[in-house]
């Protein structure tokens, strides 16, 4: 095999001059985890609601949770950043989407990029809500509105605590699918791992480093995830059901 391995290449001025290449993968891994953490607070905050409203006994309300489901879910991920990162802008009102236009270009291709894989991974998180509300025995809901409650207290205070519990697993492996998915953002000039890989890759031609690192880098989130996740599956676990002792 003819190829030359230098992996001192990292540490060489980028071609810029302002920073080295490993200074470059560096970058890519805080906006890879900056993106991530940002849509993944959309998508759990907004999956959660679009879970319990798909569970209600309103006919209006878990229709309109059903539709937000099967839209988000249904259309590739790559279309839907497209839409947000070229589309929304001309949509919006003149003058709001002229500042958004003339704002920092790296600002809006994180802002599509968030809200994109926010509500993506939201849909998916609303399914694994509403299947973890569904496991429950009815029991518990006629005994919190037996014992007085409203339905939403009921909810807050009866069902989501067990049903939070019994979706931790699930959520997880949303988690981390959240930055896996993250590297389709390169194809709107998000410079994020996979992105910042690529360009190293342009410039210095060692695409094994380059790769290899970005690979490293994505196993490392990996593996800190889950193990956090593990932690936290363990301490929340309920006794007698999936995960509990």
Known sequence: MGYQWNWGIFFQ???TGDD???????AGFKMTIGLSLSAWVIALLLGALIGVLRTVPNRFLAGLASAY?????????LVQLFIWYFVLPELLPPSIGEIYKQSNPILQQ???SMV???LFTSARVAEQVRSGINSLPRGQKNAGLALGFTLPQTYRFVILPMAFRLVVPPLTSEFLNIFKNSAVCSTIGLLELAAQGRQLVDYTAQPYES???VTLAYILINVTVMTLMHKFEKRIAVPGYIGGK
């Not at 080295?20 to 560096?26: A, D, K």
């Not at 489901?69 to 991920?77: C, K, S």
């Open 69 to 77: 489901v099967e839209l988000f879910r249904n259309i590739p991920l």
């Open 13 to 15: 001025p980028s071609a």
């Open 116 to 118: 994109c894989l926010g």
């Open 20 to 26: 080295t290449y490993f200074g470059w993968m560096l």
């Open 211 to 213: 790769f290899i690192a």
């Open 110 to 112: 994180f802002l599509a």
